[in-house]
């Protein structure tokens, strides 16, 4: 039998760590992919390094991108300030075009890994509000995945999963430590310090806060 395959993005975040123990608790041999794109927080590389090896991943590969060459987002561009309290509309922190080139490049390695099925932790519910964390952007990058490559022409097309869509981030949690993700390893923040320990006041630690005060889990995150 052959081995049923997954590329996962996996950025060293909460979300994407558990999307990791739910494909590995589905029979699936992961591959994950991180990106060090000019984040400003680069903690989270060494993060994702740190979950791929505790959940027992095939292979974990980070790909070099040149994000901040295009600059618009507070995560790649250090002159603007990454919000510490909310703000309204899609926020500073959405990176243009991230979640497009991250799925295209873990297109092209599943299909060289002959693997049909790419997970990302995307989620509608508790989120920035980026508009390409949506089920319509999935949905539709799935479409497009199928008519841009050969395995999709030739009929053996992906499937692109996302399964905390429609989970609350306490979901998100409790779904994790059923699964063994160790949190204690994951860096969220968006301005962690070079130790991974997080700032305590981005959009990003505050729901990453209440969810694991909502799941009645106690929250691992080490502070500055």
Not at 25 to 39: N, V
Not at 73 to 100: C, F, H, K, M, Q
Not at 151 to 170: T, Y
Not at 178 to 203: F, I, W
Request: proline letters at 4%; aromatic letters at 8%; charged letters at 20%.
């Amino acid at each position: 039998m052959s081995e049923k395959k997954a590329v996962i993005l996996l950025s060293g975040g909460l979300d994407s760590a558990t999307v990791v123990a739910l494909a590995r608790a589905e029979g699936y041999a992961c591959y994950t992919m991180s990106f060090d794109y000019g984040q400003r927080h680069r903690a989270e590389l060494q993060a994702a390094e740190r979950v791929a090896h505790q959940l027992g991943v095939v292979e974990h590969k980070v790909i070099g991108l040149n994000l901040n060459g295009i600059g618009g987002s507070a995560l790649t561009d250090t002159s603007i300030d990454v919000p510490e309290s909310p703000t309204e509309g899609i926020p500073v922190t959405y990176v243009p075009a991230r979640n497009t080139v991250f799925l295209s490049l873990a297109l092209g390695w599943a299909e060289v890994l002959g693997a049909r099925d790419i997970f990302i932790g995307v989620n509608a519910v508790d989120y920035s509000g980026y508009p390409d964390c949506r089920p319509e952007f999935v949905e539709a990058f799935e479409r497009m995945a199928n008519l841009a490559t050969k395995a999709g022409v030739e009929g053996d097309g992906f499937r692109i999963q996302a399964p905390l869509q429609n989970l609350s981030k306490a979901e998100i949690v409790q779904a994790g430590v059923r699964h063994g993700v160790d949190y204690g390893l994951t860096v969220s923040c968006y301005q962690a310090d070079d130790e991974g320990r997080a700032c305590g006041k981005c959009d990003s630690c505050r729901l990453r806060a209440a969810g694991f005060v909502a799941a009645g889990v106690e929250d691992p995150t080490r502070y500055q």
